[in-house]
C-alpha cells in the first residue's frame, strides 16, 4: 500500500457549510466495531476519475466506517422536513447519514459523498442510526440497476460492514452504504428552511441550489420562478423514466425527493414483475399513495409543497406570485404525460406516432394487465419479435392465445418498419431488471452466510441490463410461484 497515494481523501469540500447553521448539525459518526470494506464500485470511481487507492487504504476504511474524522473537513447532518404520507413532520434530518462532504469528479462538477448507516445524529429521534447489511445492499443493487436504466439517481459507492449486529424484526449484521449524489437536498429540505420562517435562510438555501446545481439562472430576472420551472420538467422527466421500467419508490414522502430529481432514498421500492398500474409494493403504505399510477400525482403534490417554499422570495404581490408559482406547477402533467408516451412509443417501437398508437398503447396496458402478464419479460420478447424472432415466447405470456395473436396483428398494423427502429426499441426495453425475489436470495446469501458472490454477479449484470448474454440468463427469469414476494418492507 503506497500511503503517500492513500493518505489524502479525495474528499477535500463540505460546501454544505456555507449554508445557515441551522440547516446542519455537526455530527461524527459512530465508529465500527470491526469494519471491513465488503465492497467498491470501482466502475464508479474510474468513471470519476476518481483514484481508488485511498478507498481501499486503512486510512480510507476508518473514515468510511467512521473510526476516524479528518479533521480537515469534520462531517455533518444535514437537517430537513417532510411530509411523511401526507402529515406534516417538522424535523426529520440526516438521523443516521453522515455527509462527508464532497468530491471533485474528471469534468470538475462536484459529488456528494455520504455514509448511511453511520450512527446516531442530532436527528436520530429513536432510531438506533444503523443500518441493515440487507437495506444497504438492497439499495445498492436498485441504484446501480436505474444507473445501467441511464436514469438519474444517487450511486452506491462502498458497502462497509461495521461488525456489529443490527436489532430490527430479527437481528442482523449491520453495514453501512457509501453513496454519491449529485446532492442531498430534497424538497423536506426548503421545507425545513421555510419552518424557521427566517427569509434569509430560505434565500440562502434557494442561491446555494442555484449556484451549484443550476448555474445558469443566476442572472435570470426571475430565478426563483425559472428553479421552479426546472424542478417541475425534471422531475416529470424523472417519473416517466421510472414508470416506463415498471420502478415503484414506494415512499415518495417530500423528504425522499431530491431538488435535482436524482431517484433517493431506496426503502421499500420494487420493479413490478407482473403489471398492474395500481401495485404497491410497501408494507406501509395501505391505501396505495405511492402505487405505480399515482406517482405523478404525488410528484405534483410535493411539488407545490417545493412552491410554497419559494413563496417570499417572489418579489410579486401574494395573488400573482400564487398565481405565477400555479401556472408552473400546472405544467408538470403535460410534460409527465409527453414524457411517459414519448417512452412508450419506443418500447412499443412507433415512429410517427398518432392518436390511433397512444389507443392502442392504453388498450395494451389494459390486456396486459388483464392476462397478468410480466412487463419486463413482455417488452423484451415483443423487442426479440421486432428483431424477427419467432412470435411464441411472447405468446406464451398470454393466458388468452387468441388474444395473444389479435394483439399481435394489431401491433404489427402499427409498428415501424425500419430495421434500425430495432435498436430504439432495444434501448428502451431491458432484459431484464433488479427483480424482487433476486435481489431477496441476493440479500439472503450475504447476511445468512456471509456469500456476496451473487450480489456481485448481479451488481456487475445490472450495468449493461439491456444485453442478453448466457451469463446474467438467471436474472431474466420472473419468479416462480413460491418466489414472488408481494410486499417490501422499512425494516431498513
Ligand atoms: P427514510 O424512511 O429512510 O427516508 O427515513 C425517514 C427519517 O427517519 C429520516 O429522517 C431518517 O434519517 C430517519 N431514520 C430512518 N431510520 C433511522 C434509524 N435507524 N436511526 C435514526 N434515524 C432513522
Ligand atoms: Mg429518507
Known sequence: MDLSVSKHSPISHQYYRDLPTTMFAESNPAPSTSPSLVELNTVLLNQYGIDESWFMSEQGLLNLAGNEINPENPPIAMAYSGHQFAHWVPVLGDGRAHMLGQMQITNGTLVDVQLK????????????????????????????????????????LAVIMTGEKVQREKSGPGAIL????????????????????????????????????????????????????????????????????????????????????????????AFMD???????????????????????????????????????????????????????????????????????????????????????????????SDQEIDFTLFFNYLTNVHQGNDDAPLLTLFSDREKGIEWLNKWRLLKSDKPESWLTMRQANPVFIARNHQVEKAIRAAEDNGDFTLFRHFAKALANPFEHSPDNAEFEAPPLADEIVTQTFCGT
Not at 117 to 129: I, K, L, M
Not at 310 to 326: G, I, K, M, N, S
Not at 348 to 367: N, Y
Open 274 to 368: 407482473t403489471f398492474k398500474p395500481n401495485k404497491v409494493f410497501s408494507s406501509i403504505d395501505r391505501h396505495g399513495r405511492y402505487a405505480w399510477d399515482q406517482q405523478s400525482n404525488i410528484a405534483v403534490w410535493n411539488l407545490a409543497r417545493f412552491a410554497e417554499t419559494l413563496l417570499p422570495l417572489l418579489d410579486l404581490e401574494t395573488d400573482a406570485a400564487v398565481e405565477a408559482l400555479e401556472a408552473l406547477l400546472a405544467k408538470f402533467i403535460p410534460k409527465f404525460n409527453y414524457a411517459l408516451q414519448q417512452g412508450m412509443f419506443k418500447k412499443f417501437a412507433f415512429e410517427q406516432a398518432d392518436d390511433r398508437h397512444s389507443a392502442f398503447i392504453g388498450e395494451s396496458l389494459a390486456t396486459l
Open 178 to 269: 457509501v453513496r454519491s449524489a449529485a446532492s442531498h437536498i430534497r424538497v423536506g429540505t426548503f421545507q425545513y428552511a421555510s419552518a424557521t420562517q427566517d427569509i434569509n435562510v430560505i434565500k440562502a438555501l434557494a442561491d446555494y441550489v442555484i449556484k451549484r446545481h443550476f448555474p445558469e439562472l443566476d442572472q435570470d430576472d426571475a430565478k426563483y420562478l425559472t428553479l421552479l420551472s426546472e424542478v417541475v420538467k425534471q422531475q416529470a422527466e424523472l417519473i416517466a423514466q421510472w414508470m416506463l421500467v415498471g420502478f415503484i419508490h414506494g415512499v415518495m414522502n417530500t423528504d425522499n425527493m431530491s431538488i435535482v430529481s436524482e431517484t433517493i432514498d431506496y426503502g421499500p421500492c
Open 117 to 156: 448507516g453511520s450512527g446516531r445524529t442530532h436527528y436520530s429521534r429513536g432510531g438506533d442510526g444503523r443500518a441493515t447489511l440487507g437495506s444497504v445492499l438492497r439499495e445498492y443493487l436498485i441504484s446501480e440497476a436505474m444507473a445501467g436504466f441511464g436514469i438519474p439517481t444517487t450511486r452506491s
